[in-house]
């Protein structure tokens, strides 16, 4: 089946370490973003990516790091300069259509610091 | 940038009632798309409906159906004879057909419905 694959369910960051979200789509999709969410403020945007090599800083990028050397996979890096990590995170796909059609999600990462 | 703003953090319906949710939005834009996402317990997201801005006639499908009124920039969703399978957040969401990689959210309307 298509679809999108995030991993892990749930991640644990320590002080001063940087942690990676992972985020795989077997839908041959060009567009990926990923989404922060936090209680009672929807879902923001951090960094979107129309083409391999190349991605794009959204909403609430500081702190944050992609790479997108596969089509396949959009990784986020949360680094050690994001001071308020703990939230939700959701990666989308979407196929290129002039915004008409929706974007497809993965069951997301819930990020905690201990 | 346009704005999406959801004033019913949370909502409650009695089972097999009718419930309207309310979203509203700022653009300038005159071509856009409109989305009601569904997120239950499980934190899947999963579209309801879609609405193409250049369409009049409301989308339905099966028990949920909107209201567009694009003069008043306003967009609500009708859940027909609610289920409790229908208990989750709602978020709307605009989309430019000009810049399609800004999807913006709104804060979500948690849905409860009670048997």
């Known amino acids: 089946d298509g679809g999108i694959t995030q991993s892990p369910k749930y991640l644990f960051r320590k002080e001063g370490q940087n942690v990676t979200l992972s985020c795989e789509q077997n839908?041959?999709?060009?567009?990926m973003y990923w989404y922060r969410q936090d209680p009672g403020q929807g879902l923001r945007l951090i960094y979107y990516?129309?083409?391999?090599?190349?991605?794009q800083k959204g909403d609430i990028a500081e702190g944050y790091s992609v790479s997108r050397e596969k089509k396949e996979s959009f990784p986020l890096t949360v680094t050690s300069a994001q001071k308020n990590p703990t939230a939700f995170y959701l990666c989308?796909?979407?196929?290129?259509?002039?915004?008409?059609?929706?974007?497809?999600f993965g069951s997301g990462t819930q990020l905690s610091v201990l | 940038a346009q704005t999406v703003t959801q004033s019913q953090p949370e909502m409650s319906v009695q089972e097999a009632e009718t419930v309207t949710l309310s979203c509203t939005y700022d653009?300038?834009?005159?071509?856009?798309?409109l989305f009601w996402y569904k997120q239950p317990p499980s934190r899947q997201m999963i579209l309801v409906i879609r609405?193409?801005?250049?369409?009049?006639q409301n989308a339905t499908e099966n028990r949920f159906s909107v209201n567009f009124q694009k003069a008043a920039k306003s967009f609500s969703l009708k859940i027909s004879d609610s289920q409790l399978g229908d208990a989750a957040m709602y978020f709307c969401?605009?989309?430019?057909?000009?810049?399609?990689?800004?999807?913006?959210f709104g804060a979500g309307t948690r849905l409860t419905v009670k048997p």
């Open positions: 653009t300038s834009e005159s071509d856009y798309y």
């Open positions: 990516s129309q083409i391999v090599n190349d991605f």
């Open positions: 989308a796909s979407s196929p290129p259509s002039g915004g008409r059609e929706k974007l497809f």
């Open positions: 839908l041959n999709h060009d567009a």
């Open positions: 969401a605009y989309r430019s057909v000009y810049n399609n990689n800004d999807m913006r």
């Open positions: 609405q193409e801005a250049y369409k009049q």
